[in-house]
């Protein structure tokens, strides 16, 4: 668990009655969620329930069909006049994901850039930050993932799970208020899952706010101060890891968790 002291009472992430369709298809249904400061947010549950959907529309790259979402207070991809909603042009809503850092399941690092390279491009070309100035921050993030003897090798030279590594270091080098995984260890090979579980324990214990999206029950049971368990586009439980994995109340989450446990 996260140390308390590291969580704020103040929600970093608020998700309020949030909808979303493709089309005709409504995927996600009057979804409320909180995330406070310095606190890690697990969400679980079947494929195609919602949760990778729901992260996306965190820092909006999927538009939203109805409700709000707010990053420290701030409304996300719109804005609010007399009680309407306007949405931001794409360079605004550029501004506000620069605050939300994401880490994909694949790990989408440039194969033509060196890892420090990659970690560098944020900071230089969104930031402006020369990149002499910004290259012992670079190095220090890939320190912190364990990969500084690799710093000048290209991805293709590199396991999944250093790749993965490499693409954790390039979100955090933009300085997040929050952290977002989706699926993070879900493309890698089965010995390759704990290193990069061992970073992001790491980054909990450090009071960065997270919402991981995963399969991973025993890092949700290990780092979680909340767990989700979504269903067919709704939040059905929510609670410490203790109430949702080892007392669920839901029928659903408790023949969902029989499955995985």
Avoid: W
Wanted: aromatic share 6%; hydrophobic share 45%; charged share 20%.
């Amino acid at each position: 668990m996260t140390a308390a002291a590291n969580i704020s009472l103040s929600p970093c992430v608020e998700v309020q009655g949030v909808h979303k369709f493709f089309g005709e298809f409504q995927v996600l249904f009057d979804v409320n969620l909180k995330v406070r400061r310095g606190e890690v947010c697990v969400v679980i549950g079947p494929s195609g329930s919602g949760k990778s959907t729901l992260l996306r529309c965190v820092n909006h790259l999927e538009t939203i069909g109805a409700g709000r979402i707010r990053v420290n207070g701030q409304l996300i991809g719109c804005e609010e006049r007399q009680g309407r909603l306007y949405c931001l042009k794409p360079g605004a809503i550029a501004a506000q994901r620069r605050n939300i850092g994401m880490v994909f399941q694949r790990f989408n690092l440039f194969p033509h850039m060196t890892a420090l390279e990659n970690v560098l491009e944020g900071p230089v070309h969104v930031k402006g930050i020369p990149r002499k100035a910004a290259r012992p921050l670079g190095l220090a993030l890939l320190e912190r993932v364990g990969l500084a003897d690799r710093a000048y090798q290209y991805p293709a030279q590199l396991s999944g799970g250093q790749q993965q590594r490499v693409a954790i270091a390039r979100a955090m080098a933009m300085e997040p208020e929050v952290l977002l995984f989706d699926e993070p260890t879900s493309a890698l090979d089965p010995e390759l899952v704990g290193e990069v579980l061992d970073v992001m324990k790491a980054l909990a214990t450090s009071g960065m706010t997270m919402i991981v999206v995963t399969h991973e029950i025993g890092f949700a049971r290990e780092v979680a101060d909340t767990v989700v368990f979504m269903d067919q586009g709704r939040i059905v439980e929510a609670g410490s890891p203790q109430q949702v994995l080892d007392a669920p109340k839901n029928p659903r989450t408790q023949a969902f968790l029989s499955k995985v446990l």
